[in-house]
């Protein structure tokens, strides 16, 4: 495994020779900005109703116009991103968790146990996400958890299904074999040697996931089944769009610039953090 | 160099294919798809209705999209005029009258007669339709729409009397000339069992049951037994499309006569107006409130409910959600029925400062966190978001619940668990009838966990809606159910908003009709010139 900065310097270096991974990036890293910023950025309180001026289009008072309730929608559209970014960070991160924690589990566990997981994973991606979010929703009522639970309860099985492939292909190499042997236990092996051998996989896997996931919280919300209005999110404002298409596109337009943008930056990113990392591609440019 | 094309099916090549189809393809582009191209033309109307139907048999009728289809195949004794108004005609009846508080004399006319053979309309068949809607046993859902009616009693083949077992001011306008009045064939019910759903057995109206596909379209034809005004079209389709923005684009490609379209995409349809086509917006029955739970431990204290009233601007609500199109509303009956009021008690515009004082007074802690159940309607969406706003800038800061409707119309019910307990603010609609005892019956101590989520109960209130209702002289009723609202806004349990809007978009080539609520009247819709 690399040391960190080997590795920052071999991303960086690859990113160099794909001009596409350096669009995604470069795109993914302006998103991230703007979204980390919205409170210093945006130029109204994204709530702030003015009825008497709704549905304008672009104007120098409001870059991308306002909504059905006159509300700035680049404010909402900055803040939207807050909501997708809190999404997709909350989601990923304890899914592939949860997922690394059971995927090892039944990569290296019993016989028994890999196979009592494996059920569990593929009962979990067998039933269709929207079904169950809506089967959720109407259980606790629409929120922002409520979208970060679901999202992470149909995730966690992408994550376990890699980490347990990779571990299972991992425990019969010589250098695990040689080290049980040596009477390393299962934690030093986990630890030591199958964690810094899937952890590359994994983030490629979670990079490419969050268009994915940015995609399916706006769903639920263009749908109702995610946040709650008046919050801003990028579905709720492609749905509040959609009623409104023929007093304004503006809310359509602006809800959707983020979405595409996230989805070709992250695809672009992840595709090419995959190409440096995957052991063959690197060989093959030596 | 030759090269044999590969074959798809035997004798057609993938080329040959592809030149065929796109021929088929091109002239289907030219001259229209079959069913969509004849959509306006000929002998066909075609109108949308706002849901689909779940059952056309009066005593199990749930919503006026079965009362659009209902009073175009059957007849009452009365109908309503399709000029707007809740004045009635007579439909069935040769004459009817009203011989004392509780005695309605009718007569029926002679030679109406009933589809599939079932014969003519006599007088019990009347009183068949009327007594199984207070039987006990069929447990008719619009029971209390016959109010105390008790029996009606045969004279002779044609004629008959109602008797009441009191007073009951609503007796033609919601009884005799509603849904739940229509005549419908003793024989041909009890042939089927006594009920039906979808499949009436039989129709007296101008028009003629002919087909229901569910969640597409219910088709009627030209009754040709029919005695009166020859009906101006051979056949009606009536589309069950709940999404109004699929209406707007169905009528703009022309598949439709006459659509109930969104309040926002009036103003975008009157800037860019489809050919040959014209919109009217007209009164809704529909009235919109904010309601409050008083048994709710955060709302018990009347001055935080008026603190509520006082906060929200309902004047902004009604010009975001109903884009002006709309006027506040006064309480739960509109303008031109018996018992409108002029003003509310609240001023329209709220009063941020007296909301910030009575919660002071009230001794809250600030910011007050309150829970507000909604439709997921976009409409009432909208709404709740101006609410939202107006409450958060006195300290209240509400958590919008979206529902969908049948979630939503169950969370105040105390038949289904506790639930109703949490309730705390919900913003409530309700299409009213041709009375004002429609309008306010629900808000009674007896509604109290059924329909009366509020859980505002009056003595003085429950009182007055038996004597309104006992009262035929309109002056005094007025009084009454004007008394009745006052008492309502008091509770601090409401903050009324609108009685709404119906926006209709229509060809010119038909004359369309409507009810006093908007509701179309397919039974009245003419072509241009045939009369009326």
């Known amino acids: ?129 929207i079904m169950f979010a809506l089967a959720i929703v109407a259980l606790t009522g629409p929120s922002l958890n409520t979208v970060i639970g679901v999202i992470i309860i149909t995730s966690i099985p992408v994550y376990a299904r890699v980490v347990r492939t990779q571990t299972r292909a991992l425990r019969q190499r010589d250098f695990i074999l040689a080290e049980r042997a040596m009477g390393a236990s299962t934690g030093r092996i986990l630890r030591d040697h199958v964690l810094p051998n899937i952890a590359a996989p994994l983030f490629i896997l979670a990079s490419m996931d969050v268009p994915a996931v940015v995609g399916m919280e706006a769903g639920l919300s263009f749908l109702g089944l995610g946040v709650s209005p008046p919050t801003p999110s990028w579905g709720s404002i492609l749905n509040d769009g959609y009623s409104y298409l023929r007093n304004s596109p503006w809310p359509i337009i602006a809800g959707g610039i983020p979405l595409i943008a996230v989805t070709l930056g992250f695809t672009f990113f992840g595709e090419s953090l995959r190409d440096i990392f995957d052991p063959k591609l690197r060989g093959k440019d030596r | ?345 609240i001023p329209p515009k709220g009063d941020p400062e007296k909301a910030r004082q009575l919660l002071s007074e009230a001794g809250v802690e600030l910011p007050l966190r309150l829970r507000m159940d909604v439709n997921s309607d976009s409409l009432e969406l909208t709404a709740v978001q101006v609410m939202e706003w107006s409450l958060r800038k006195v300290g209240i800061e509400v958590d919008i619940r979206p529902q969908d409707n049948s979630t939503f119309l169950t969370i105040g019910r105390e038949d289904l668990g506790d639930q109703w307990r949490d309730v705390q603010l919900f913003m409530q609609s309700f299409t009213g009838l041709a009375d004002p005892y429609y309008s306010l019956t629900w808000f009674t101590s007896a509604q109290l966990g059924i329909w009366n989520w509020e859980r505002f109960s009056s003595e003085e209130f429950d009182r007055l809606s038996d004597q309104a209702l006992a009262t035929t002289d309109p002056a005094a009723r007025s009084r009454m159910y004007r008394r009745m609202q006052d008492l309502m806004e008091e509770s601090g349990c409401y903050r009324f908003i609108t009685n709404s809007v119906m926006p209709q978009i229509y060809r010119n080539t038909i004359k369309p009709a409507f009810r006093a609520d908007g509701y179309t009247m397919l039974r009245e819709i003419r072509r241009p010139g045939s009369g009326s």
């Open chain 2, 1 to 345: 160099m030759s090269r044999k094309e590969p074959q798809i099916w035997p004798g057609i090549s993938r080329r040959t294919f592809i030149q065929k189809s796109s021929l088929v393809l091109t002239g289907l582009a030219v001259t229209g798809v079959p069913e969509i191209s004849w959509a306006v033309h000929g002998d066909t109307l075609h109108v949308r209705n706002y849901q689909d139907l779940t059952s056309l048999d009066s005593v199990s009728s749930l919503s006026a999209a079965e009362g659009i289809i209902s009073a175009a195949i059957n007849q009452n004794l009365l109908r309503f005029k399709p000029d707007g108004t809740w004045d009635t005609q007579l439909d069935a009846a040769e004459s009817f009258e009203q011989i004392d508080e509780t005695h309605y004399a009718f007569r029926l006319k002679k030679g109406q007669l009933f589809s599939n053979g079932y014969g003519e309309m006599t007088a019990d068949d009347v009183k068949f339709s009327f007594e199984r809607m207070v039987d006990p046993a069929m447990n008719a859902l619009n029971r209390p729409d016959m109010g105390p009616l008790s029996h009606v009693d045969v004279h002779d083949r044609y004629s008959g009397t109602f008797v009441l077992d009191t007073p009951y001011a609503a007796f033609i306008p919601v009884a005799v000339a509603g849904p739940s009045g229509e005549i419908l064939s003793r024989k041909a019910v009890t042939a089927v069992g006594g009920r039906f759903t979808t499949e009436p057995p039989c129709s007296s109206g101008p028009y003629l049951f002919k087909s229901w596909q569910a969640q597409r379209k219910t088709v009627l034809v030209r009754n040709p037994q029919w005695t009166g005004r020859k009906p101006d079209f051979e056949e009606i389709h009536v589309y069950a499309m709940p999404d109004p923005k699929t209406a707007e684009m169905a009528f703009e490609a022309g598949e439709l006569d006459c659509a109930w379209i969104s309040v926002e995409t009036v103003e975008p349809f009157k800037q860019n107006m489809p050919d040959n086509s014209s919109i009217r917006v007209l009164p809704s029955g529909r009235n919109y409130w904010l309601g409050m739970n008083q048994e709710n431990p955060a709302l018990t204290d009347i001055r935080v409910r008026q603190a509520i009233q006082y906060a929200v601007d309902v004047e902004a609500v009604v010009e975001a959600a109903w884009f002006g199109l709309a006027k506040v509303s006064n309480g739960p009956i509109p303008e031109g029925m018996v018992g409108h009021r002029d003003s509310a008690l």
């Open chain 1, 1 to 129: 495994m690399s040391k960190p900065r080997g590795l920052i310097a071999h991303t960086w270096s690859g990113l160099k020779k794909d001009p596409l991974g350096m669009a995604g990036f470069v795109l993914v890293s302006f998103i991230l900005l703007l979204t980390i910023l919205a409170p210093w950025l945006a130029p109204y309180d994204p709530l702030d109703v003015n009825v008497h001026n709704r549905l304008s289009g672009p104007s120098a008072a409001h870059w991308l116009g306002t909504d059905q309730l006159g509300r700035d929608i680049l404010s909402r559209v900055l803040y939207g991103g807050q909501v997708a970014l809190k999404v997709s960070l909350v989601a990923i991160s304890v899914a592939m968790a949860i997922g690394l924690l059971l995927g090892m589990l039944a990569g290296l566990g019993p016989r028994w146990l890999d196979r009592v997981l494996v059920i569990g994973f593929d009962t979990v991606r067998s039933f269709p996400t």
